[in-house]
């Protein structure tokens, strides 16, 4: 079961090359727009309205998650300006762009009178989609994977990906396989058992893949040998562990101002 990137580019055409992280990215919002525009309908929300303000969620989220981590690399991206533009190329952060998307998306919604809240929990379940299938971009950019191992699923990264301190390892823990197969989780946890029994109480369903997804990210970023540095602590595992405070209390909190089951 030795995961062994393909490379990068899925094909080329004259000029034109098309990359599997923009087709796993491009798959991943359509598919998670789709969704969206669904669910909306089933709950008996205006899917035009939601679909304007999902639009711009993905724009500052795209913005929100690739600024975010440039600036945890401000001494790379000094020295090579131009690849800031370069997205297809890996780089962008979850946490960056939830909150890139919720303040450009959100705040379209709250201009607009819309039902924010609402609008969140049907995004959860195509949120944590989303980031299952763009995992997979990493594989192909061979980024975003874990420490050294020798498990039956290891994953190969050829020389030139190989962080210097490793310089002599093959096989590294396939982080991306990780965090994918927890993504996949979270989506069926929302959508099969939690969508109906925290539908009396709008937030909790977002507030829940926020928790759930942090969780499991907490653990996968341990593995990581690449993960944005805050001194001496890992950046997202910090900020998973604030999500999983604010989950544990948020969830509970709107669940007692609902009206009863």
């Known amino acids: 079961m030795i995961f062994r990137s393909p490379g990068p580019v899925a094909f080329q055409l004259g000029p034109l090359t098309l990359r599997w992280y923009g087709i796993l990215m491009a798959c991943a919002m359509a598919l998670g727009l ?6 909306a309908r089933r709950r008996g929300i205006d899917p035009e309205s939601l679909l304007k303000a999902a639009e711009l969620s993905l724009l500052g989220g795209l913005v929100g998650a690739r600024l975010y981590y440039v600036l945890f690399n401000l001494e790379y991206y000094a020295q090579f300006p131009n690849k800031v533009f370069m ?9 960056g762009g939830l909150l890139g998307g919720i303040l450009v998306g959100g705040g379209y919604a709250a201009w607009r009178g819309l039902p924010l809240r609402r ?3 049907i995004a959860a379940p195509s949120l944590a989609l989303g980031q299952g299938i763009g995992r997979w971009g990493n594989f192909f950019n061979e980024e975003a994977f874990g420490t050294p191992t020798d498990l039956p699923w290891k994953l190969f990264v ?7 301190e490793y310089a002599q390892a093959e096989f590294f823990h396939p982080t991306f396989l990780y965090e994918s197969a927890w993504d996949l989780l979270v989506f069926a946890v929302l959508t099969w058992m939690l969508r109906d029994r925290l539908a009396r109480a709008p937030g909790t369903l977002f507030l829940a893949y926020v928790g759930l997804y942090s969780a499991g990210r907490f653990f996968t970023e ?5 993960s944005l540095m805050l001194g001496s602590i890992r950046v997202a595992q910090l900020v998973s562990l604030l999500c999983i405070l604010l989950a544990g209390v948020g969830v509970p909190l ?3 101002r609902a009206r009863p089951a």
């Open 87 to 95: 997205v297809w190329e890996g780089g962008l952060a979850i946490h």
């Open 254 to 256: 709107l669940l007692r």
């Open 34 to 39: 789709w969704l969206a525009y669904r669910d």
């Open 119 to 121: 609008y969140l929990d």
């Open 158 to 164: 050829s020389p030139a990906h190989r962080p210097l």
């Open 222 to 226: 341990a593995l990581r040998t690449d």
